[in-house]
Each structure stands twice: as C-alpha cells, then as structure tokens.
C-alpha cells in the first residue's frame, strides 16, 4: 500500500510551512524517495477558528474543514493531518465523515505529557483552544491536570499568536518571558504549545525541555503513519 499524507492547512500559511519543514528535517532520508508522499491544501480562506466559535458562527468553518479534508481524502491520502489546534474542536465531527484517520495533534501532545511523568500541564494556545476545552478534555482522559493562563497572561499569548506571529514576525521573548514565568508559578511540570503559531515562535527561539511543540508531535507521526523512519535529533 502506498501511503499518502493529507496536509490540510492555511491556517496560518506560514504554520504550514513549518509543519512541512518539519516532516523533511525529522524523516531519516537519503534520497527523494526516502521522503513520503504528501498533499499540501493551503486553504488560507478559512475563517478565523477562535472567531467563529466564540461568536457562534462555527458552522461555517466546519464545512469548509469538512470540504477540504474530502477534498484530501478523494485524492487517495491515506490520512490526514490538520496543523491548526483550534480546528481539532471539530475532530470528533471530523472524524465521522471520513474514511481514513485523522491524527489528533492534542491527543497525541498530551499522550507525550504522560509518558514523561508530567501531572499538572500548562496549554499555551488560543482562546478558542482553551475556551472549548480541547486539550483539557484530552489531559481530563489522561488523567492530567490542564492548566490555563488567567486572563492578563492570556492576553500575552493571544497578542504573541495574533499581533506577532501571524503578522509574519518573529514574536516578543519579553512576553513569551511572562508567561513561562507564570506557567511555572502555578507548578506546572510543563507547558504544551498547543498553538501552530506558537511552534513558528518555537522556529525562532530556542526553548527548553519544559516545552512540548504539539506540531513536532504531529509532523513524527504523520512520518511514521506514512511508514517511513525517524531521523535521530
């Protein structure tokens, strides 16, 4: 069977790319073939998720999710990535339409939490993520413990996502700063960046073990679902 990875993205383009750069980087590959096949839709039309749900207006968004991914699934791939957090609020629905498997960036960034022993987890992510639950019911599963900004030190990781990373700059280490700080403070074991504009931040700027990228994640799995092997970092 040949295996063939949908990429469903556009939301950010530029977290897109990362995510693509990313699967070349950690594929353990000596030649062109050695790299699995993939299809990119950049579907950058998609409404703002964060918008569109705490506005009520997220049908709109799931049938232009919908309609990309059997876009994908038509095209012969055999499963389907999506590098955009806030979009996994409608994985479950998602899921039930299509025919081959949608890998769940949160499920498997909290799966990872576990295995390293962490307990208590601090979801750095839109306020779409945070407000539907995403990744409090995956850690609630795991039997972790979610933690949120509070308000103030959402408002930093918001205007990193919105202000910074999607206006095509690198990001503020002062802000990124205050949260760490009071991702700490609240004695969390570690912190998920469970926003793909928060993996570009991460693209920029070193940040250390107490950092889990959920598009790192995503990118090895989506390698090894394609059957192909692991680069060793």
């Known amino acids: 069977m040949e295996h063939r990875l949908g990429v469903l993205g556009g939301m950010g383009p530029q977290a897109t790319q990362v995510f693509y750069q990313r699967i070349l980087d950690r594929t353990d590959a000596a030649r062109d073939q050695d790299h699995l096949c993939a299809l990119i839709f950049s579907d950058t039309a998609i409404p703002d998720r964060t918008q569109a749900i705490l506005s009520?207006?997220?049908?709109?968004?799931y049938q232009r999710l919908l309609a990309g991914a059997k876009l994908l699934e038509g095209a012969g791939c055999t499963c389907l990535a999506i590098p955009c957090n806030t979009s996994h609020y409608f994985a479950p629905r998602l899921q039930a339409e299509l025919h081959i498997p949608l890998l769940h960036m949160p499920r498997l960034a909290v799966a990872r939490a576990k295995e390293l022993g962490w307990r208590k987890v601090a979801i750095l992510a839109t306020e779409g993520t945070v407000k539907t639950g995403v990744y409090q019911r995956e850690c609630d599963q795991a039997g972790l413990t979610a933690w949120s900004p509070e308000e103030g030190i959402q408002a930093l990781v918001t205007s990193i996502i919105y202000d910074e990373i999607k206006?095509?700059?690198?990001?503020?280490?002062?802000?990124?700063?205050?949260?760490?700080?009071?991702?700490?403070?609240?004695?969390?074991?570690?912190?998920?960046?469970?926003?793909?504009?928060?993996?570009?931040?991460?693209a920029y700027h070193a940040l250390p073990d107490y950092y889990l990228d959920a598009m790192d994640l995503l990118a090895q799995e989506a390698i090894l679902r394609c059957g192909k092997r692991l680069r060793e970092v």
């Open 56 to 61: 009520g207006r997220e049908e709109e968004v």
């Open 167 to 202: 206006r095509g700059e690198t990001g503020s280490r002062e802000k990124f700063a205050a949260v760490d700080k009071a991702a700490r403070a609240a004695g969390c074991d570690g912190a998920i960046l469970g926003c793909t504009e928060l993996s570009v931040f991460h």
